[in-house]
């Protein structure tokens, strides 16, 4: 399972596809209530990053290219460990060539860029600023694996019967 889009999409009125979207919340309220369900799942392998800024965090950079966002909320405050991707670089809400999505992407924490498209000429360009996997990407990527080899079906279940609860209680 991969969680996305983290740290929150909520409350984003723009459709990344096309435009930046800009969440003006207070940061209590961002921890009270975005970042509440992720928190909860943070033990989760996988998760997607959100192309939106939060100003109250860092009002120039989407989380997706924001090593604050990325440093401080989502590995320090929210907990998570696991691989973290971007959301996809062919989205409009990223700003920037190819290559240079590609080099914020990796530069701000993530550890897989995403192009999901199938433009070659585009992967071209990521591909010339990104490298395999190493060090602690890798560690994640080899306990992602692990985790969804191992995983008991079981595990399903309970994980939508965690989420409704949540759900449930912010609803």
Do not use: W
């Not at 998760?47 to 590995?75: C, F, L, Q, W």
């Amino acid at each position: 399972p991969v969680m996305k889009h983290i740290p929150g999409h909520g409350r984003a009125f723009a459709d990344t596809h096309f435009e930046l979207p800009t969440v003006d919340a207070s940061m209590s309220d961002l921890q009270r209530h975005d970042f509440a369900p992720f928190r909860e799942l943070n033990y989760l392998p996988m998760a997607m990053t959100a192309h939106v800024v939060y100003s109250a965090i860092d009002p120039k950079n989407p989380a997706t290219t924001s090593g604050k966002v990325i440093d401080e909320i989502i590995r320090g405050e929210i907990g998570f460990d696991g691989l973290l991707m971007s959301d996809d670089t062919s989205m409009k809400a990223l700003s920037g060539d190819f290559p240079t999505k590609a080099a914020a992407i990796l530069a701000a924490g993530c550890d897989l860029v995403l192009h999901c498209n199938g433009v070659f000429e585009e992967m071209v360009g990521i591909a010339s600023r990104t490298t395999g996997l190493e060090g602690t990407s890798l560690q994640r990527a080899q306990r992602a694996l692990t985790y969804i080899k191992n995983r008991d079906r079981a595990d399903e279940a309970e994980i939508r019967a965690e989420f409704a609860t949540y759900f449930d209680a912010v609803a």
